[in-house]
């Protein structure tokens, strides 16, 4: 019971520090980044496939239409 008891906080606190997050950023959006930059996911050194950039540069997130 006190294992259940402590996983619950902690998965609380995870969505609760989210929410502040999203909460806290103008137009509750996150800052993008592209996960290909990532050395350890992207090791053929692969453009993003969602914006295009390749891996030593910033994501270029695209414009969308709100």
Do not use: H, V
Request: hydrophobic share 40%.
């Amino acid at each position: 019971m006190k294992l259940f008891l402590l996983a619950f906080i902690l998965i609380g606190l995870g969505f609760a520090g989210i929410a502040i997050k999203i909460w806290a950023k103008k137009d509750g959006k996150f800052a993008g980044t592209c996960a290909s930059n990532s050395p350890y996911l992207n090791k053929d050194g692969e453009p993003c496939g969602f914006c295009g950039a390749m891996p030593d540069q910033q994501c270029k997130k695209p414009e969308t239409a709100s």
